[in-house]
């Protein structure tokens, strides 16, 4: 079970160490960047629910790697830096960062402001319901398992990650190209088929009968649509 | 030697999946149209693979003119296997290679996949037809899953 995948940015080794221990401590599944050019390269092939970026990197600094960032995907950003001058604020959450913490912080004030921006996304394991009940199919977020029919059903982690996404978004139709940035990344907006692919194999795994799907439901020519009822578990 | 519905089918060893896989029965078929073409469906099918947990196979249909026997292809068969061994390299997942004899490649093709099968296949994309596309479009009709890798 992980409470979130978090990206930590920074080229100080040691504050990377910290970051990892304290948040992987906290349920929280963490990866780490050296560089901003790490870093977006890392962001292109895996999916995270945040970011913890320094401000003053070497090669491309913090402040253009966030605006790298926003311009392609909707992550949450939490910016890292030493300096307290409102005039660096302002360029930060101008730059598209969510949040601003001055070193040195304490481990609360971090954990508050992570819990915080993990509640505003909106595919956020967070920010919902963590278990959903669709008939006899039965699916668990935090714990990321799915059960029908009194079965335990093996989901992939792509094809978990594209579900969560979908439970994010009950009854409203979701564009293919949105739904492949936001399970793939950013480079995956036009592999239409891939995502046919996934669903075909969801569909197979959690639908009464996947050539009439009841719950992931196609919508011509836009994307597809997780029919939920309106007052799941 | 095993020959059914006038194919046959070559290096036992490759044809049987690696370790019966019992729990990963997904398979992405990875039809071989060119080299080029091949090792990008190959990628593709990687990745692919790797989301859903599935197995690779390499399907190599393998035309022996009629003069010949079946069983007598023109090219040596460790020829081809060892081509499609270092083809299949290329991709970090295992994969194994199904070369398949046959008089008529479409013919075998409705054989050698299984119902509602994953393929992928690589070819150009353009505004007139292409054999890929061509090919694709059989594919989807037979009732197969093509994925078309974009070959730029």
């Known amino acids: ?233 | 030697m095993e020959t059914t519905r006038g194919e046959a089918r070559l290096g036992q060893a490759a044809v049987v999946p690696p370790g019966g896989q019992p729990d990963s029965p997904l398979e992405v078929v990875v039809l071989h149209t060119t080299t080029k073409g091949t090792l990008q469906a190959l990628r593709t099918a990687a990745a692919l693979a790797q989301g859903l947990a599935a197995r690779i196979r390499l399907l190599v249909p393998q035309t022996v003119p009629y003069p010949l026997p079946l069983a007598s292809p023109s090219i040596p068969k460790d020829f081809t296997e060892r081509r499609f061994r270092t083809v299949a390299s290329e991709v970090a997942i295992e994969t194994y290679i199904d070369i398949r004899l046959c008089r008529d490649r479409r013919v075998l093709l409705e054989s050698a996949l299984k119902p509602r099968s994953l393929v992928v296949l690589s070819g150009r994309r353009s505004w007139w037809p292409t054999s890929e596309s061509r090919l694709a479009r059989r594919l989807r009709h037979l009732g197969h899953q093509v994925v078309f890798a974009n070959l730029t």
């Open chain 1, 1 to 233: 079970m992980s409470a979130g995948r978090i990206l930590v940015v920074d080229d100080e080794p040691q504050i990377r160490r910290v970051l990892r221990t304290t948040l992987t401590a906290r349920g929280y599944e963490v990866h780490d960047a050296r560089t901003g050019e790490d870093a977006l390269e890392s962001l292109r092939d895996n999916r995270f629910d945040l970011v913890l970026l320094d401000m003053n990197m070497p090669g491309i600094g913090g402040m253009e790697t966030c605006r790298e960032i926003r311009a392609n995907s909707e992550v949450a950003i939490i910016m890292l830096t030493v300096r307290d001058s409102e005039h660096d604020k302002v360029a930060a959450l101008d730059a598209g960062a969510d949040d601003y913490i001055t070193k040195p912080f304490g481990t609360p004030e971090l954990l508050a402001r992570i819990r915080a921006a993990l509640r505003r996304l909106p595919t956020s394991a967070e920010g919902g319901p963590e278990s959903y009940r669709l008939e006899e199919l039965e699916i668990n977020l935090a714990t990321r398992r799915v059960i029908s029919k009194g079965r335990e059903i093996r989901l992939t982690p792509k094809e978990f990650d594209l579900l969560r996404y979908l439970l994010a978004n009950p009854n409203l139709p979701i564009p293919h190209t949105r739904l492949l940035q936001a399970v793939w990344g950013p480079d995956y907006g036009d592999q239409v088929e891939y995502l046919r692919v996934f669903v075909n194999q969801l569909r197979k795994k959690i639908e009464p009968d996947p050539s009439h799907p009841r719950y992931l439901l196609t919508e011509p020519w836009v994307g597809y649509r997780l029919a939920l009822p309106s007052n799941p578990a």
